[in-house]
């Protein structure tokens, strides 16, 4: 598209348009159709190539559609097979996107989302074999009511090129559908894991109408785990989420206090029971300790029951969501600092049942520690 200038009417100064001149006379350039049309049709282009439907009362579009077209790109260069593009993320501290439960007196209530949150998902490029990965700003949203009594997951995708929430049941099960993105409003098959396609934002549990729908959030970043160095007396919370399905605890303290026991151990509520028992090669016999099954309390993480002891302990936990429930073991070392000796070492053996709330879903999964110098802990969720 250039200037009319082979147009001899249109009345063009230099190659350009000017406006009358009532005082010399001198009149304004004329628009001659053809090129109205075209100057139109070069806009409406771009703002068809940004996926938008033109509209003449908007005045926006066309920065729309060059932000969105500028996001896709005019070639494939950048773009990735779609197996290969990163799993979606949210760019908050713990990887999760905040979701606010809704009760509604005739039904199960909703579910609402913020604006201003960088999320980073991918977008197809050319259907089912291409993509790309697009970071959007969230924008305020807020899902229809839902049935009671019944099981959602909130998820997100890109759609014309704009990122959309939806909401659509399921089970924690589902398994991924081929396309890899959900059907929003489904009925069913929505509580699949996120794919790079396709993010899984919480899952949320409706009751009697009126009532607050629960929310259970979910983590999208690119590595479940995290570590924490804590000294001191304190809790910490280990981070869980509905797509858990197993997870690992290592906790140690390479540098014993001096003075000193030092304990680290779950809180004690909601244990079903457990036991333990421990061997030393100073014990001809093990001993063992089921008595948590009638008055519980939980799987033992460690003390090191002697100052100076340098102790580790693995844990692994088997998560069953749908009965908000957990199975955890544990293997505990203990050795006294610098000793050539085997007279003082322990191993450990332990396991329990764990109940989990709903807050464990939210703030995770409370562990106590006192005289703790330099205890370490790396915990990690495997889906």
Known sequence: MDFPTKVPSAGLVDGKFVDENPLTGTPGSLIPASWGNGVTQEIVNVIKAGDLTPDETKVDQLLQAIQSVSAKGWNLDSALPIGSLPMPTVATADGRLSVTPIAAATSGGKVSIPAGVFVSIGQEVVAGQLGRSRTFTTQAWSSVEMVPSAWYFVRAQVVGGVLKFYIQRGSLYDIAPASLKGTPDAAAGGGFQSTPLDMCIAWIITSAPGS?????PIYNRSRLTWTQTVNGSGVIYLPLDPHARSA???????????TEITG???????????????LSPALTTSSNHDAGWTSPYP????????VNDVTVTSLTASFEHSQLRSLWQSYQAEHMLGSTSAVSDELLFSMGIKNHPASDYVSGIAVNFSAAVNVSFSWELIR
């Open 264 to 278: 680290v151990g779950f809180a004690p509520g909601g244990w079903v029971g457990g036991n333990y028992c421990f």
């Open 212 to 216: 607050i729908p629960t929310v259970f």
């Open 248 to 258: 690992r605890l290592i906790v140690g303290n390479p540098t014993p206090s001096p």
């Open 299 to 306: 799987c033992a993480i460690f003390t090191n029951n002697f």
